[in-house]
Structure formats: C-alpha cells, structure tokens
DNA sequence: GTGGTCTAGACCACG
DNA sequence: GTGGTCTAGACCACA
C-alpha cells in the first residue's frame, strides 16, 4: 500500500491525527478511496511520515469508530462497504463548506476583490 | 471604541487570541485599520465578548512584537505607524494564501469541480 | 533536564518571562544549547525556581515564535535545528551591544574614567 | 535652560520617569550637574521630549524626595545644595555597579572572550 | 509524560 | 483611564 496517499504538515496548527482523519473522509467522499480498499498500514503511514505510530492509529480508529473504516483481521483497514460512496455533489460540498466560508470571511477582511480571489483559486487549481 | 470589530467564535478549533491576532493583521493589511488608529481596549474587548482580558492582551502584545501594534503609554494601542498602509492587491493576497490553499486541497481529495467550488464561493461572497 | 541552567531574580524590574527569555537567546548564540538540545519541561523549570508553569510557558512560546525553539510533539521544547550554531564572534558580539551601550553611557553621565570601568569589569569577569 | 541634557527613549523597557531619574542622580554625582544649578522646567522638557508634563514632575517629585533636588519658589528646581558634590571615584563607581554586572553576566552566557568586551566598550567610549 | 489555553482575580506601573 | 505581570487552578490536546 502507497503510504503516500496522506499529506502531513508536522509544524501545523491542526493536530496530526486531525489532518489525517480528515483526509481520510474527504477522500472517501470524493471516491479516490473505494468501499474495500485497503489501507497502508500504521507502520507504514508512520514510518513514511516519520510520526508516531500511536498517531496513525489514533486517526484509524477514529475513522473505524466514525464508519469510515473497517476492521478485517490479519488484513487491516479498509474503507468501510457501507461508507458513502463517492457521495453527490451537494454532500461533498457540504464537506468544504468550513473550509469555503473561512477563506470568504478572510477575504473579506483583507479587502480583496472577489475577482482576485477566484482567479487565486483557479490558478492553484490548476498548477 | 468600537470593540465589536473582532469576531469571536469560542467553540472553534483556533484558540480565540490567534482569531484575534488574525483578524487584526489582515484588517490592517486591508486599510479598514489604519496606521496610527486606536483600537478598543483590552478591557472594552474583553467585556464585550465576555473574554478574560488576558486573552486579549495577549492577542495584543504578539501583535505588538510582530510591528502591527505600538503601545502608546498611557493611551493604549495603536495600529504602528510603519504598518504595511493598505499594502498592495499582491501583498494582501499573499495572507490568504494558506486558506486558499487549503481550500483547493481539500476540493481535490473531495474530487469537486472547480466550477462548482468557484461558484459557491461566489454565492457565500454575496450572502 | 537540568532545569537549573536559568538564573531567575524575582525582585528584578525585568519580568521573568524576559529574562528566561534573554538568557535563552544568548545561551544559544553562545552555544551552551546546541541546536536539537532539549530543553528543561515547562514544570520541572516551574518547580525548581518557584514559579507558576504559565511564565515559563510564555517563555518558551515566545521563544519559539522567534524561532529560537521547536515544539517537539509529546517530547517538548528543543533548540531549533536552524538556530544560529554558534553564531561568530560578530553576531553575538551585536546581542551585547544593548548592555554595552547602556554601561557606557551611564559611565559617561557619572564622568568615570575609562580605566577604572575596565578594570572593575576585568575584576567583575574574573571574579 | 536647555532641556537637552536628558536622553529619553520612549519605546524602552524602562519607564520614562525612572530613565529621567537616573540620568538625574548619575549626572549630580559626576559633576556634570552642579549644586544649585538650574534645571530646565517640566514644561521644557516635557515640550522637547514630547512626552507627558506629569512624567517629567514625577521624575522632579521624586528626585527631590531623594535629596538630589530642591525646589525654589520662584525659580524652579535646582540641583540641591547638599548633593553629594562630585562624589568620590568609589562612591561614583557603585552607582555603576548594576549595569557591569548586567553586562558581565550577559557576555558570559554569549561566552564572549573578555579581550572582546573591553574591546568593544573602549571603541563605544571613544566613538 | 509534554505544552497550550483560559479563567478569575490580584497587584503594579504608567500617564 | 491604559496595559503588564503573575498566580492558582482547571481543563484540553497530543504522544
């Protein structure tokens, strides 16, 4: 398993197992992790990223006991069967809408146009 | 003063004296504080939003030690005199970076459209 | 750790966050902290000079906004990696320059001869 | 009178009245303020310092409460007739004391060759 | 175990 | 009136 799948960002100010839970979610909803796909294993994620394993687990378990996840002996995670799959368009949205209101809110306070901030947002899409 | 300039949210992951470092440095980088202005006093903000007033000195002091604040002695606080004076569309941009970053992030491991992220984020713009 | 490597006066005008902090920059500058060292927890340092924890957390944060410590998760504060080595001669001869200023011109106001200073900080160095 | 005899530097650590009272004592104790001079008037100083009038009495207040001053109706403040006239090099050098041992104390955690600290304060004192 | 945040309240220093 | 410092203690988050 490519234990690669995850982005962490040691120094930042959202706690490891929280980047990594919502990575998991948000890659599940947008259907780059299909129900039954095996997960790289807390080892691996751990020692690719050089973090405590207790961390990687941390964020496992919190995606087994939020559904995302499941459990099956002697193989591992995998994305739960039931979990949804790749959820419509409305639904993920739903997942981004933190994210969209905040840089909305900061936007505004720096006094940007809108204009500048979309076109930001396409550039980066696109780079 | 008007201590309703800054916007509180007690529950969020951020712990309230960044919400306010956050908002004062990219108020100031907009113009909607300009350089030499009072600002409210830590106890006005603290009565207002129902804060210790440590938390907000302490909001207040970083910004001070980052050049955003001077304390006039036995005024208070004011917005420095050297602060970035509505820097420019690239340099108020550059704090948005991170959120905007963020943001895109998050539409890719969601699998998004682009269109539909612009969209929404022109829709929470105008609401 | 040894938390006895910073010498606290609490009778002191300067507040005693300032003065862990100024010993904490020109120990690394003079490298009795080598980068990766780790430093004394926030507690054991609290502990033994009798101080409340909250002072020596400040402290430690402040010098880790200017970038002379690192946060090591679950492991606590250590030199950053990147802070100056043993800066030369010249750098930290330019953290002296306050204290050396002010001598001198106290020096000057009480009309002392040039000698007699040198002598007493000879006197005071070998003492 | 000439309100220039004073240095101020209003974003110190130290407070203004207390720089004032400082520069106060070392000067009538080197002589270069002698007893019975004439000093400039709070309004002068506090006008060419720009800083505020009751800093500058405070300073007055509690200069003379030392003895260092005396207040002459009519006149204004002058420096007190038993003030220690010129004190001896020995009495003059204790009024110094703290300030060497500050910047002894500094330069052995900067672990600075001494040769350099003698060095520097020669070439401040000349310069 | 580590550091971080916040509170309530006291007291000080400055103007 | 202004901000600054410190305390005692609670609670949280992370590893």
Same mark, same amino acid.
């Given at each position: 398993m490519d234990a690669s799948i995850? &982005?962490?960002q040691p120094n930042a100010a959202e706690p490891i197992y929280r980047q990594l839970l919502g990575? $998991?979610?948000r890659m599940i909803a947008g259907g780059q992790l299909a129900p039954g796909e095996r997960l790289p294993s807390v080892r691996e994620v751990a020692g690719h990223h050089a973090i405590?394993? *207790? &961390? /990687? #687990?941390? +964020?496992? @378990? !919190? +995606? =087994? #006991? =939020? @559904? $995302? !996840?499941e459990r099956r002996r002697g193989v591992g995670m995998v994305v739960a069967t039931q979990a949804a799959p790749a959820a419509g368009d409305q639904a993920r *949205? +739903? !997942?981004? =809408?933190? +994210?969209a209101? =905040? !840089? /909305?809110r900061q936007a505004r306070e720096l006094e940007l146009p809108i204009e500048s901030v979309l076109k930001r947002i396409t550039s980066l899409w696109e780079g």
């Open positions: 995850f &982005t962490i990575q $998991l979610g405590n394993p *207790m &961390t /990687v #687990s941390r +964020a496992y @378990g !919190l +995606a =087994e #006991s =939020e @559904g $995302l !996840l *949205m +739903a !997942l981004l =809408e933190p +994210a209101r =905040e !840089l /909305v």
